[in-house]
């Protein structure tokens, strides 16, 4: 007898639709499993054994042939499991199921538990976009489906609860607290002492979602500031927060303590010793990596001259695409990749090279601190947008929470300047301003002669590259809307032009 059971893969971060295709024949009793699966899908047959057998029911002593269409396509993990059983028991007419419009995911225990996936939630959105009715899966992934609405739901725990699937299911529409966003409220801007120039720094860089460089001695403040970045961004939109999470449902790193949707922008700070592979995504089968995890929100790579270079110099791709491509013999993957990159760095190995003082001095040769710097590659640096210096606090005196640069009041001025470029960019492919393509420049960032003239000073002195002096005009364009200006004004360019300090790194 032959059956087709509707179940999904993960493909990169989207969902792709697998029909299971069980066929049982007079013969030699054997099982074959075929299109293209790979080692884990293979032993799926073991599983599946075992767990029809442990659940009260009889696996198949016939010729047993699993089909995993589309064919072409390399079959990974362990999502099939279920869908390969309920196929084997349709087929050996154990179960009298209406599948037609049912899609079914999760992996089973060799007791019949059905285990929790990774990627449900990309798996259910493939669901909902493909037209399937309802949801068979496994009951610890039941959270994820809340996030999506009109889904009829059935978390089973086990393989036996498929006899008693006549239950009413549950409705993926009954989620709570959509509308919430959640910041650490630990962390402030308040906290840090001084360093109002850092501060505005990063005022501008969330405003405008600027890429982030900050250099120094240490203690200062650098990493202090760079963690304090998520608390003045908006809410991300629920589009861009249920692709957040369909990211790290993939990932294995979604938890779900409610129904609700993590509104908050992701923050990643990956230890210096991380490989190409974690930083950029890849493996034999793509996986995401960092800059991926960190789609919609902040990418920190703290102390990057420490990263190797190689891996660095993976970024550009990224910075300017805002996606990652990895290429493999049998297929292609794109990765999302929109995030802001904050980073900081020292001056020297030492950290003191430029901020000695009567008590410590720089103790590294001319040699070192060009190789120290040599990681930091000039196409790398053309690609953040502000540079600066943070020297050590002149005076303790002001030993208190700085009010005036609060998270609470930075944030809204910030959430203030991203709705006076979301009603300006309305309509087009870009949302910011750091997005925005040179050939629209002079349609919404022109300067006035005087602005001009300042800039073209700059890009001779500093010796900018065109990239460069775009990503000026960009920044100049981010301080006006902070002003509530329509126009870029020449103090809009002369503080564009202060933070790229490090141009002469």
Do not use: W
Request: charged letters at 20%; proline letters at 5%; one cysteine or more.
């Amino acid at each position: 007898m032959y059956t087709t059971i509707h179940s999904a893969i993960v493909v990169g971060v989207d969902g792709v639709g697998i029909a299971v295709e069980v066929d049982i024949a007079h013969g030699i009793p054997q099982t074959a499993i075929v299109g293209l699966p790979d080692s884990a899908v293979r032993e799926s047959v073991e599983r599946v054994r075992s767990a029809i057998r442990n659940s009260g029911f009889q696996f198949p002593l016939e010729r047993v042939t699993i089909n995993l269409a589309p064919a072409a396509l390399r079959k990974e993990g362990t999502t099939l499991d279920l869908a390969i059983a309920v196929g084997l028991l349709q087929a050996s007419n154990q179960l009298t199921l209406d599948l037609k419009q049912t899609l079914l995911i999760g992996e089973l225990s060799l007791d019949g538990t059905v285990r929790p996936i990774q990627g449900a939630l990309a798996l259910l959105q493939h669901a909902k976009q493909s037209g399937y009715h309802q949801i068979i899966l496994p009951a610890k992934n039941e959270q994820e489906a809340h996030l999506l609405s009109d889904l009829h739901i059935y978390p089973i725990s086990h393989l036996r609860d498929l006899k008693e699937l006549a239950y009413q299911p549950t409705n993926g529409s009954s989620r709570t607290n959509t509308n919430l966003i959640s910041y650490t409220t630990e962390l402030d801007l308040a906290d840090i002492v001084g360093q109002q120039e850092a501060k505005r720094a990063l005022l501008v860089a969330a405003a405008g979602r600027h890429n982030i460089i900050v250099s120094g001695p240490p203690g200062v403040g650098k990493t202090m500031l760079m963690r304090r970045l998520p608390t003045i961004l908006p809410k991300l939109s629920e589009q861009e927060a249920l692709e957040v999470m369909k990211i790290h449902s993939v990932a294995g790193k979604l938890t779900l303590q409610d129904r609700s949707i993590k509104r908050h922008p992701p923050f990643r700070a990956p230890h210096h010793s991380i490989s190409t592979a974690g930083l950029i995504g890849g493996g034999t089968i793509p996986k995401p990596g960092e800059v991926t995890l960190s789609h919609h929100g902040v990418l920190f790579l703290d102390e990057l001259p420490e990263f190797s270079r190689q891996v660095l110099e993976l970024l550009r791709q990224p910075l300017e695409e805002h996606s990652v491509t990895i290429s493999r013999a049998r297929h292609h993957i794109t990765f999302p990749a929109s995030f802001m990159l904050a980073a900081s760095c020292n001056p020297c190995p030492c950290g003191y090279h430029g901020f000695a003082t009567e008590q410590i001095s720089c103790t590294c040769t001319h040699q070192m601190i060009q190789r120290y710097r040599s990681k930091l590659s000039g196409p790398l640096l053309d690609r953040i947008d502000i540079q600066l210096d943070m020297a050590r606090p002149a005076t303790l005196a002001a030993n208190q929470q700085d009010q005036a640069y609060s998270s609470a009041k930075l944030r809204e001025k910030v959430m203030h300047a991203v709705g006076i470029q979301q009603a300006r960019y309305k309509g087009q492919h870009f949302s910011f301003n750091s997005d925005l393509p040179s050939s629209a420049l002079k349609k919404y960032a022109a300067l006035p002669k005087e602005g001009a003239q300042l800039l073209e000073h700059a890009f001779n002195k500093l010796g900018l590259s065109m990239r460069g002096y775009n990503r000026i005009v960009k920044i100049a364009r981010t301080i006006a809307d902070l002003e509530q200006s329509s126009n870029i004004d020449v103090a809009h360019v002369a503080e564009a032009v202060q933070y790229r300090k490090l141009d002469l790194f």
